[in-house]
């Protein structure tokens, strides 16, 4: 069984920082791509970024203030967000392709969902 946790969510001002963390565990012989994901409110679910093994991407919208980092010893993402806007209101998904052998491909999971609000 393998589980997402996310982690920091909460409520800041227009300009202020907020740090999300997600925690695979479980069953795991190998991740694949980690990334975010958001819903705003009446939204589809949209990319943030995502951080392979040797790179990272962006949506146009989050480019040049959210940072995506992994750990790959403790399965661990986090995204850093500066200059957050108003329009960055969304819960916050996590994703990550995991392999649990060698033998069986690698199955989608995602987290349960940090709340992100950014409001004066």
């Known amino acids: 069984q393998v589980q997402l946790v996310e982690s920091g969510g909460g409520l800041v001002q227009p300009g202020e920082s907020l740090r999300l963390s997600c925690e695979v565990t479980g069953t795991i012989w190998s991740v694949g791509a980690m990334s975010w994901y958001r819903q705003g409110p009446g939204k589809q679910r949209e990319l943030v970024a995502t951080?392979?093994?040797?790179?990272?991407t962006y949506s146009d919208s989050v480019k040049g203030r959210f940072t995506i980092a992994r750990d790959n010893i403790k399965h661990t993402i986090q995204l850093q967000m500066d200059n957050l806007r108003p329009n960055d209101t969304a819960i916050y998904y996590c994703y990550a392709d995991v392999w649990h052998n060698e033998r069986l491909p690698a199955a989608a999971y995602w987290g349960q969902g940090t709340q992100v609000t950014v409001s004066s």
């Open positions: 951080a392979a093994h040797r790179s990272t």
